[in-house]
């Protein structure tokens, strides 16, 4: 069992497999990647579409690494993850979010 995760990754659309990490409950440490580069034009973006300061530490830089998974370490029990996503992305609320969608547009 892990403790908690690191995700170096590019920008996400939605970030499914991430959402699914924190599902399980498992604090990440994540270097944010904030540009993507689709032939030639630069668009902003992310790593994590789907974030709050309860699943863990999001970095900006690898030179931040060491003192953020110092942070994370330390405040492992603080993190919740789990809780964000029945929070904000269990299957009701996004069918919810959706019909609202549809009704509006």
Do not use: R
Request: proline share 3%; with cysteine; charged share 25%.
């Amino acid at each position: 069992t892990s403790t908690f995760g690191i995700i170096l990754d590019k920008t996400e659309s939605q970030g499914i497999a991430i959402q699914e990490i924190l599902g399980l409950n498992l604090p990440l440490l994540v270097c944010d990647y904030k540009e993507n580069n689709f032939h030639g034009e630069n668009f902003q973006g992310t790593s994590v579409p789907y974030w709050s300061d309860e699943c863990g530490v999001k970095i900006n830089d690898l030179k931040d690494l060491e003192t953020a998974l110092d942070e994370l370490i330390e405040n492992i029990e603080s993190f919740s993850p789990e809780n964000f996503i029945k929070q904000n992305l269990s299957f009701d609320i996004c069918k919810n979010n959706l019909i609202e969608y549809m009704n509006t547009n």
